[in-house]
């Protein structure tokens, strides 16, 4: 990867975990911002915060409700290679403007640590200093491995003194595979990554900064960024409608067993994946897609065809799988369901290959799937004649219609 490639990663993650929940450690200096508090004592118990909120759920909802954020981002990157030695510093002010989709999940462990998956950001970048403006999505939880970590676990608060009263740090450590997930290069590690967030004892959000050595071959490249926030913006905030859902915790954990139900009316269609949420439901991170693929173009396959076709992908893990497809007598020649199949089409090598029977009585085909690609019910004997040897079938129907 070329310097310039992980100096824009590097900045990137930097500025996901500014803004994403302020994780990151710092001892930068207050940059005197009395405004925008959010009420609360952060050292009060866990049971004692309202609504059971905690500290970085304040923290998180304090960006969501600022107008807009400036922030000075300081950057030293320590380049250690085997013809190469330097150290680079940069500093940049930015004004960041938040939105966010519904929270992952904010949790308490019963020792007091702090669990967090994050939300997707759209950031909007207004830039100083020779940025260039851009307007993205981000999102740290698409680059976790869920089998790895699927949080952050913030360990605090630690008292620190600070001119201006009492301030508190929480410190993560343990998230390598957090930055290790924004390099595409299985050879590219990441060690030693750390975050840690600030926050005055009126929750104020203060400064925060993240640290990673970055490895790629003979290559070893230390960073750190201190970020200090400043001119939070007061705004009036209107909760989502997921938000009271959110604080009840009704919304699966990570870890919990769900079972995802996609539907698709217009092709008469189910999709049921169950396993973990983090895994499976559409709220988290890579889930499982079902959409409409209409009919076949070839008049041969067409004339097989009995049910819409369908396209799946399934997420990497998931417990099971279970697909459903309804079908109308119409669109069975000569009224044989006794041919009828549950077929899977693997569009990359051109097979067909039959997983399922169907149900007469209910006029479904229903069968376990482990593997993406696309799905419809199809009337073997017209597919054998009219696709395989090329000759005219006997019994004909017409196709469905698939919207």
């Not at 970020?227 to 959110?246: F, I, K, L, M, S």
Request: aromatic share 8%; proline share 7%.
């Amino acid at each position: 990867m070329c310097a310039g490639c992980w100096r824009t990663i590097g900045l990137c993650l930097c500025l996901v975990l500014a803004g994403c929940a302020g994780f990151a450690p710092s001892d930068a200096d207050d940059p005197g911002n009395e405004t925008g508090s959010i009420a609360g004592d952060p050292t009060a118990p866990y049971d004692a915060l309202p609504d059971g909120e905690t500290v970085v759920e304040r923290h998180r909802d304090r960006l969501r409700s600022a107008g807009s954020v400036t922030i000075d981002v300081e950057s030293q990157f320590r380049v250690i290679g085997p013809d190469d030695e330097r150290i680079e510093r940069t500093n940049r002010t930015a004004e960041l403007d938040y939105t966010t989709s519904p929270p992952r999940r904010l949790v308490v462990d019963g020792d007091g640590t702090e669990r967090w998956l994050g939300p997707e950001r759209n950031l909007t970048k207004r830039s100083f200093g020779g940025y260039s403006r851009t307007t993205g999505s981000i999102d740290l939880v698409d680059g976790l491995d869920p089998d790895t970590i699927d949080f952050l676990a913030f360990d605090g608060p630690t008292e620190i003194d600070r001119d201006g009263g009492p301030h508190y740090r929480y410190r993560a450590t343990g998230i390598d595979p957090a930055f290790e997930g924004a390099f595409e290069d299985d050879s590219e590690t990441v060690e030693n990554a750390s975050a840690t967030l600030v926050l005055r004892s009126d929750g104020t959000v203060v400064s925060a900064t993240e640290s990673f050595v970055f490895v790629d071959g003979d290559t070893r490249v230390e960073q750190s960024r201190s970020v200090r926030y400043a001119n939070v913006g007061e705004t009036d905030v209107t909760r989502p409608d997921w938000y009271e859902e959110a604080l009840a915790e009704t919304d699966p954990l990570p870890h919990e067993t769900v079972t995802e139900t996609l539907e698709i009316p217009e092709s008469n269609a189910t999709l049921a994946v169950t396993g973990e949420a983090g895994d499976v439901a559409s709220d988290y991170g890579p889930h499982p897609t079902f959409d409409p693929a209409g009919t076949f173009s070839a008049d041969e396959l067409a004339a097989a065809q009995v049910s819409c076709l369908v396209q799946v992908y399934l997420p990497e893990s998931y417990d099971r799988a279970e697909l459903t497809l309804e079908y109308a007598d119409e669109h069975v020649p000569g009224g044989d369901e006794d041919g009828l199949a549950l077929t899977h089409y693997d569009a990359r090598s051109g097979s067909f290959t039959t997983i399922g029977d169907v149900d007469p009585a209910t006029n479904t085909a229903t069968a376990s799937i482990d593997r993406d690609g696309y799905y419809f019910v199809v009337h073997e004997p017209t597919y054998e004649t009219a696709f395989v040897s090329g000759d005219e079938p006997s019994e004909t129907a017409p196709p469905p219609t698939c919207g």
